[in-house]
């Protein structure tokens, strides 16, 4: 039998409307292509929960310096990218380069904090050691325990929420089309991926389609195993406490530490919020708020800034990371003519938002990523269609 | 001028429907009075927060003595009450003879949950001593480190938020009228209390006012300085835990404990709540939820059941008690005709409904309290009116 071909509803569909989806579809509509996004709450998903760090330096690990090198870009870029984006929306992101301070509490901490900075020393990148006394002086509410910290002035801060928020409505300015369902499938034919259809039946047809569905990405149905993304969710717990004016600013950085081998973080925000995360679990679709993650929050944070207990605390939320096998994102074109992938970014969605928006319009104007991203390209991970049956 | 004398519409108008104010124009109803309650919100109140112990023997203090003949008497009562609301209105209180077993956690503890122990025994109260084995073979989820415990089989639960809903159908039932607003101020006219005039201005008349208004009711406009109760509002700020099924029962009984001094307690509700209660400050009217409130209240229960880290946290709340200077109630007539109390119950509301209810229908018809009742007269803090003036 033969189906006619019809032509493609739009030259773009992105499956998934968080911050991700978003930019990609936002700069993809720049360049002029037609562009839709499927999601039943666009701007929603992890970046609500989200602390919104822009920390490339101080949350380096060993042997991720591939994805440190695009982190750095991303943060380079974050000042225009946040002044590009509030120019097309009249929406502030509660952008704020207020630096981060990483401290240390006992003496294994300040062994393995002195380790790190070495390491940052070796790659060229700015970092400071200061003595606890130094510390304490920029933040006077750290607890008189901390033994010494890093001074890491390019580690900023942007507020997720605000974010999300501002990419829906420049989304909408440029002209983005948006389908408020989930997709129910991606359609493939031949060898081709054509689209989407929904759950309510309407099937939507693009030249190409981005799979941009954060820790849920590696669930699409519709797809051939061997293109499916490995990509899993990471929980995170995140509190948000509230500063009263008596107390501001309380903070005047981001403040991190490494509390009996746990991290945690304090993100003051200028609309006088304090966020503090983030529990890191392996729990599959779990969302729930614990006992356990908010005791441990409190714990830990109370150790490094002891005064956040006459804080009211606002709000407690759990959110799903989109982890992938090296922590790095899955960028561009698939083995699967017309698929593209946006994921994977794990802890650095919110960092790496700028340079994804550019990566991907690149990558759909031009077929191909640009020099930066290959490293990022799903082929890493690619196994071939026939090992999947031995 | 002479102002024509109406007849009062009430025969009494409680201010308040907290579950004191409630149980009191439920009984006063039943005793065939015209019956008012004024509240913006009844059923609301501190009930919404509490807890729910019935907890006469293992919450008694050295010197309240008297206040344990009360406390001991309507918990007595409590069964038979908890069936007659039951059966007025079809609606469940969650009552629960599930007993309580109080642990020590350390040396200190031990020690001083002994002499307790004593203090109970001479006042001829059913207390058990149990090991520290016995007490983890009755509460498996105990810490390994409980040194031994009270087994208190007469210290019950009910579900305050329960009790406050089936108050007020109780109260519709019995033809109580409820008033959706603020009591303004109380009307007093010449040496007498007439009634009360409403924040939108309605004056309501009644032959006899009951102030019920929990920690409020020291605040009321109109009375003179001498009758306004000695009401303070002392701060508890508690937890609800849910238990998933697979984690059921988890606990079969209240268990309380003191750490570190500090007094906490977990009941585990049938439907599967576990409830996490309670710190106790004096900050006036603040009901700010805290970070530090919260943390404490997760750690020390964490020391006590370590498990309880793998429950979802579903609320965290804050309320006021009514506190009064002896602990102890303020119930009946006051010093001004016209005018009755029923407040300050302090940590004992919810226990102390039954008896009040009992207490103050007598007194409202009699012009007298029970026998039982009279050791809380609000005359033990009369201050004489002219005494103001020195």
Redesign the interface.
């Known amino acids: 039998m033969h189906v006619p071909s019809c032509p493609p509803q739009d030259d773009v569909l992105v499956i998934g409307g968080g911050i991700i989806g978003l930019v990609t579809a936002w700069r993809a509509a720049q360049r002029g292509l037609r562009t839709a996004v499927v999601d039943p709450s666009p701007g929603a998903g992890a970046a609500h929960v989200a602390a919104g760090m822009l920390a490339a330096v101080t949350e380096l690990q060993y042997g991720e310096q591939t994805l440190l090198e695009l982190n750095l870009a991303s943060a380079r870029s974050y000042p225009t990218f946040a002044e590009e984006l509030t120019e097309a929306t009249g929406l502030d992101l509660g952008y704020r380069p207020c630096g981060t301070l990483a401290v240390a509490l006992d003496a294994d901490d300040r062994a393995a904090m002195r380790e790190l900075h070495a390491f940052q020393l070796t790659l060229g990148l700015a970092s400071e050691w200061i003595s606890g006394r130094d510390c304490r002086r920029l933040e006077p509410m750290l607890a008189p325990g901390v033994r010494g910290g890093l001074r890491v002035d390019g580690d900023h801060q942007v507020d997720p929420r605000r974010l999300a928020t501002a990419l829906l409505r420049a989304c909408e300015r440029a002209g983005v089309v948006f389908h408020r369902d989930s997709a129910e499938r991606v359609t493939v034919d031949g060898d081709r991926v054509r689209g989407a259809v929904l759950r309510d039946g309407t099937a939507l047809a693009a030249e190409q389609t981005v799979l941009a569905a954060g820790s849920r990405s590696g669930t699409v149905a519709g797809l051939p195993e061997h293109v499916l993304p490995p990509v899993r969710p990471v929980k995170g717990q995140v509190?948000r406490?509230r500063i009263p004016r008596a107390y501001a600013p309380f903070l005047s950085r981001t403040v991190r530490g490494v509390v009996r081998g746990g991290h945690v973080y304090l993100v003051p925000r200028e609309n006088g919020e304090l966020v503090v995360g983030a529990t890191s679990e392996e729990l599959g679709w779990d969302t729930?708020?614990?006992?356990?993650?908010?005791?441990?929050l409190?714990?830990d944070?109370?150790d490094l800034v002891p005064g956040?207990?006459?804080?009211?605390?606002a709000e407690?939320l759990a959110g799903l990371r989109p982890g992938s096998p090296d922590n790095a994102p899955l960028l561009g074109p698939t083995a699967l003519p017309g698929l593209l992938l946006a994921t994977g970014h794990h802890r650095n969605g919110v960092l790496l938002t700028p340079i994804t928006g550019d990566a991907m319009a690149e990558a759909l104007t031009t077929g191909e990523l640009p020099p930066y991203a290959r490293p990022f390209t799903p082929a890493r991970f690619a196994t071939a269609p026939q090992e999947q049956a031995v």
């Open positions: 509190l406490l729930e708020v614990t006992a356990g993650g908010v005791y441990e409190l714990r944070a109370h956040i207990t006459e804080l009211p605390l407690a």
